[in-house]
DNA sequence: CCGATTCAGTGAACCGGTTCAGAGCAACGA
DNA sequence: TCGTTGCTCTGAACCGGTTCACTGAATCGG
């Protein structure tokens, strides 16, 4: 058998002696009468015709793609993300390009040109490095919709604004409990100089009276793991440790365990996303959750709708999603706060 | 400013008194002066000039997409492996269409059909339905790469062996402790009559004289952790579940804890993936390492080939990846066998 | 009964690249 | 000096759809 060229529309006319122009439309369902459409999907049936996504792409503008730019896919919650992103992106029929920056800006950069000026109609970006100027070329051209950027107070295309107003909520809660001098692990990210998650940690603390060291670290488990063995082998050690991402808070639950250390009695942990693994760990796992799949779907919903209305993203619409936080076993009081009255220590 | 239109080959061809063909080769570095792509170079530059992908695609007839096809995104182990894999395409300067099946096979079906037949130039499945003829007729027309379906022992255009032994292993190292009562957790996939692994794991029960009950099992932990409560609460109560993902393990570990059930005393527990997750989730989970990022180098680099040589997918390179058995401490020996020696009990 | 409208279907241009056959020219060997 | 070779570049066809302007026939209102 001759190695079947794939069946084009010129093939499916031929067999129905219509124009290619007619088949088109008749697959669609335009123009043509109801006996024609009928007549033309069986011959497509028949000739195994499935059409070339690539040539009506090119065609139409618009290839129903979307591209996906994790700042780490290794990452828990942001995998968690992607998955939640691709059902809701799903129910507009939209497919899913997934890149990963690895938590290096110049490959986000590059991933974003490529991709947001070739493939696809629209873009959605889960970390950015806010200072880059590229967001808002790209935004000139394709829809872009930003999440978990409402720290930077920079504009693209479209923003999913969240979570500054997590990030207070779970510094307010160590304070409340005692806390004064915390760790703030954050998703390394090596050469963006103002990180936003950094400035409002810092802000906020400042107000609280915290003492707060912002260390950096990986993504990863094993990575968190290490960062978090140096800290905790710090003196003074800090009583909490808030990581940035649940990811990071597995790392410190390891960590600590390596050490010898109890949480939440000798050291409070608190995540940030809210990931199943939380609710396995022992203790229970105390984060914010960001509603990620309300995330995931006015991402998709807002894309979808931009992208339907080659509406220019001039549209700029903003849905702020609200974060909870999720009180479980992994902060308590810190010691000095446990053994007298806690005071006002400044 | 009028919406500026996007550059096309064509104004790089005005702007350096070239035609069209000129600029395509240069830009390729072929047959081209070095003065002369320089000269295009800088024009395209200047122009901001990046090339359609989508017009390159049709022409060439490569789109350098590689359609990856999860069975459940929803399980941390599939996650995991999508972020493996992206690592190892961007090697090859491809990039990842990430579709999910979500344990649905008649959707697993159609995206296979939507992405193969249209936008990619080679697929991974990662969790395929094994009953389906789909996959020979796919394989026919591009290079098709089946991860984790040693079990099924049909051959789709190149397949990536590997699980059977692990399963193996584990069922082995369970007899070898004197366990004799297990249940085992599969991912669900509702209506695929015969499941591999299932088969697989009759096969070897009936050769330990292991009394195995299968249960299916969503891969979330949540829906994890309502099966396993329920499996949990029967009589007699299995003295070992064996999971397969690790995902469904955390359930287990959930619902172990909720009823109040130590995890290995009252019940050993295992897992399969290796996953993170497993090394901080207490106590730590014995599991089966399939060894993913190496499976997931040798898928893209099967792909790679195939796709850069146009080869026709006959070559069904076959690459196998040894899974390893990672005993950490999840599986204990059931109470009988600690009470008096583990009898033939049937 | 006739002109206006509607509708199914056609032909050709177009999307923006790649690639093939061939042209023009310089360098080369005989 | 001339034919050959090799290199750079051109024009046109092509990839496989979509869409626009248009045609001929049927339908409609008056």
Do not use: K
Not at 112 to 121: E, K
Not at 233 to 248: E, H, K
């Amino acid at each position: 058998m001759p190695a079947r060229r794939r069946a084009t529309i010129r093939d499916v006319a031929a067999a129905t002696n219509l124009s290619p122009a007619a088949v088109s439309y008749a697959l669609r369902g335009m123009q043509t009468t109801a006996e024609t459409q009928a007549r033309v999907r069986r011959a497509a049936e028949e000739l195994g015709y499935t059409g070339n996504a690539v040539a009506r792409a090119l065609a139409s503008g618009r290839t129903g793609l979307v591209g996906v730019l994790s700042g780490s896919l290794e990452d828990l919650g942001e995998q968690r993300f992607v998955e939640a992103l691709g059902r809701s992106l799903g129910r507009h029929d939209l497919h899913m390009l997934v890149a990963d920056a690895r938590g290096e800006p110049e490959r986000e950069r590059s991933l974003a040109t490529r991709l947001g000026g070739q493939w696809v109609d629209g873009l959605v970006v889960s970390a950015l490095d806010p200072s880059a100027g590229l967001w808002e070329e790209l935004g000139e051209r394709l829809p872009v919709v930003a999440v978990g950027d409402a720290l930077g107070g920079r504009t693209v295309g479209q923003v999913l604004f969240d979570n500054r107003s997590g990030v207070t909520m779970m510094l307010e809660h160590f304070h409340a409990l005692g806390h004064r001098r915390l760790a703030v692990l954050t998703p390394s990210r090596p050469t963006t100089p103002d990180r936003p998650a950094e400035l409002v940690v810092a802000e906020v603390c400042a107000r609280l009276g915290l003492d707060a060291t912002i260390v950096n670290s990986p993504h990863s488990v094993d990575g968190a793991t290490e960062v978090a063995a140096a800290l905790l082998a710090a003196r003074p050690r800090p009583t909490g440790v808030f990581c940035l991402s649940d990811s990071i808070a597995c790392g410190v639950y390891v960590a600590a365990a390596d050490r010898g250390l109890a949480i939440p009695r000798d050291v409070s942990v608190a995540g940030y996303d809210d990931h199943p693994v939380g609710r396995v760990i022992r203790p229970a796992l105390t984060t914010v959750d960001w509603n990620l799949d309300e995330v995931a779907t006015a991402a998709a919903d807002l894309l979808a709708a931009a992208v339907a209305g080659r509406r220019r993203p001039r549209g700029r619409a903003r849905v702020r999603v609200a974060p909870t936080l999720v009180e479980r076993g992994s902060i308590g009081a810190p010691r000095a706060a446990r053994r007298r009255r806690p005071a006002a220590a400044r």
